[in-house]
């Protein structure tokens, strides 16, 4: 690899084939790194790239190309979600290495693998979750740091452990807002102390962790089925507190937030007392119009 008049040219023979990688093919097999993506999802996500796409069937035509270097895969979901069920696209080994170099260790186990049609609604709305998340980021000009990809991060108390499905911080000037991205799709018990995937359970240790963490974070509960579980999940929020005033859950639907072009600074979530919040306080408005973290400043 090398680098000339700031564009990447790489050389590499796959089935004969030259193919010439470029800087919006990097951004591709980056955003394709953090969660598997379809076509309509990076059409919307390349918003952010330096050459942004212009229709699905220039997106399709470049994701070919990377398929036939070998980079990428394709699988199809089984969802029956709205718009079908799409093709999803994947790293490859030898993706994987280009990006991260050849002594690279794969995240997880089936990093490179198909995805288990039980886990396809869930991977399909995180996905849409992360993506508009980067998008509304972008239109804000927030940056977004230590982004983690589902299960590769552990957080740890005490013999337990909790792996979020994401997880990123916004730093704007000298303030730090850290999120763990919880998606909930109708399948774990709220209330079960016998259940290890419970909400019970989940919010438990999320308070135990911020009781002994040093920076304050938010948990964002995004449910993608019934709105109703929003409302049980905050009671179970409310009851599970270790600071009343303190609000560490953040729920919304994934439909709202969606609907939402300016997600991140718009009210589209709401704490376990009910109240309307917002992730990230929009530096252009006046204090005096912020209706977000005022909590995370008072109830350390």
């Known amino acids: 690899m090398n680098r000339r008049y700031g564009t990447l040219t ?30 309509q999802q990076l059409l919307k996500l390349s918003q952010i790239f330096s050459q942004p796409f212009t229709s699905d069937s220039r997106v399709r035509g470049r994701l070919a190309r990377l398929r036939e270097a070998g980079w990428l895969q394709r699988f199809q979901y089984a969802s029956t979600m709205r718009g079908g069920a799409p093709d999803y696209y994947r790293l490859t080994r ?3 290495q280009l990006l991260h170099g050849e002594d690279a260790k794969p995240p997880t186990k089936r990093a490179f693998s198909e995805i288990g049609i039980a886990k396809h609604h869930h991977t399909r709305c995180l996905s849409e979750f992360i993506v508009h998340t980067i998008v509304s980021a972008h239109r804000m000009q927030f940056p977004i740091a230590e982004f983690a990809r589902e ?21 704007l000037a000298e303030q730090e807002f850290r999120f763990f ?10 209330r079960s102390r016998k259940d290890a995937d419970s909400w019970e359970r989940k919010i438990r240790l999320y308070e135990q962790y911020q009781d002994r963490s040093a920076s304050r974070f938010r948990v964002l509960v995004v449910s993608t089925r019934s709105r109703v579980r929003n409302r049980h999940i905050a009671e179970a929020a409310k009851s599970l507190a270790n600071n009343p005033q303190r609000s560490l859950l953040y729920i919304t639907h994934l439909d709202d937030y969606l609907a939402k072009s ?3 600074t718009d009210a589209c979530f709401e704490d ?18 912020q209706r977000t973290f005022a909590t995370m400043s008072t109830a350390c």
């Open 262 to 264: 300016c997600a991140l």
């Open 272 to 289: 376990h007392h009910g109240r309307r919040v917002v992730m990230v306080p929009d530096p252009i408005l006046p204090f005096s119009d």
């Open 10 to 39: 790489t050389l590499r023979m796959t089935n004969q084939l030259h193919v010439r990688i470029t800087d919006r093919d990097l951004e591709i097999l980056e955003a394709i790194d953090r969660c598997p993506l379809t076509v």
């Open 151 to 171: 299960n590769a991060l552990r957080l740890k108390i005490g013999d337990e452990s909790l792996f979020p499905d994401c997880s990123f911080c916004i730093r």
């Open 181 to 190: 991205v919880e998606l909930d799709n109708g399948t774990e018990r709220v």
């Open 94 to 96: 030898q993706g994987f």
